[in-house]
């Protein structure tokens, strides 16, 4: 009797394969780790330094009471969202690309930006160069020009891959970023009265992080397309 391909057997009797069950098991283990490392890491900064727990657990928002609005900060929420949305969509479209054979280039693109994209949520996200800068009288300058060189090493080193989806947007994106660093570090809003220097700093970082993720959103689903129309044709 011939042996079936590996290909042709159920998916808990392929070789190197994890069950279902097994699959579950190890995500809800993943899970849980991860939820109570993430716990444990509040508990200890809260313990370290003497915040209130219920500081570190509330919304700002919650925190501040009456003076308070649901839409204070609305920009630079939406600006987090965006982050987290793209590093989450170029975690997952990269990882698939990657395990193929299909497009690997672009998959590990798509893996780099991911990261990369997640350092910048996180810095927005708890403002770590402006605490930074509290430490250290240059620090926001030494992250700044750690974010430029990482910029500029992404371009060089995806060169190839952004010529093939289109450079302008991307190369846009971090020219706003960098304009709104300089505003930043120039302290603008300090020297200048009026709403205008918040616009040039915030809305050119606004704008510049929906060019990045429009151009990564679009470099996903362009990526992951040929691959689901073949497994379309393959019905």
């Known amino acids: 009797m011939t042996p079936l391909p590996a290909s042709d057997l159920p998916l808990g009797r392929r070789p190197g394969r994890l069950t279902a069950s097994s699959a579950q098991a190890v995500t809800t283990l993943i899970v849980v ?18 915040i209130p727990l219920s500081d570190l657990t509330r919304d700002p928002l919650a925190i501040m009471g009456k003076k308070s609005a649901p839409h204070l900060g609305s920009l630079s929420n939406l600006g987090v ?3 987290c949305m793209t590093a989450s969509v170029c975690a997952f479209t990269g990882l698939r690309l990657a395990a193929g054979a299909a497009d690997r280039r672009a998959g590990v693109f798509l893996l780099v930006a991911a990261g990369f994209t997640a350092v910048l949520m996180l810095d927005d996200l708890f403002m770590l160069h402006e ?33 093939r989806f289109g450079v302008l947007a991307p190369l846009l994106a971090v020219a706003l970023l960098g304009v709104s660093v300089v505003a930043d570090l120039g302290r603008l809003t300090a020297v200048m009265p009026g709403n205008w220097p918040w ?12 060019l990045w993720a429009a151009f990564h959103l679009r470099v996903s689903w362009i990526s992951v397309l040929p691959e689901a129309q073949r497994s379309q044709k393959s019905r």
């Open 131 to 163: 605490n930074l800068t509290l430490r250290f009288p240059q620090g926001d300058i030494a992250l700044f020009t750690l974010y430029g060189l990482l910029a500029l090493g992404y371009i060089l080193a995806f060169r190839h891959v952004l010529r």
């Open 199 to 210: 616009v040039v700093e915030d809305g050119s970082k606004f704008v510049g992080i929906v």
């Open 81 to 83: 969202l965006l982050w």
């Open 33 to 50: 780790l991860s939820v109570g490392a993430a716990v444990l890491l509040v508990l200890l900064l809260a313990v370290q330094t003497r």
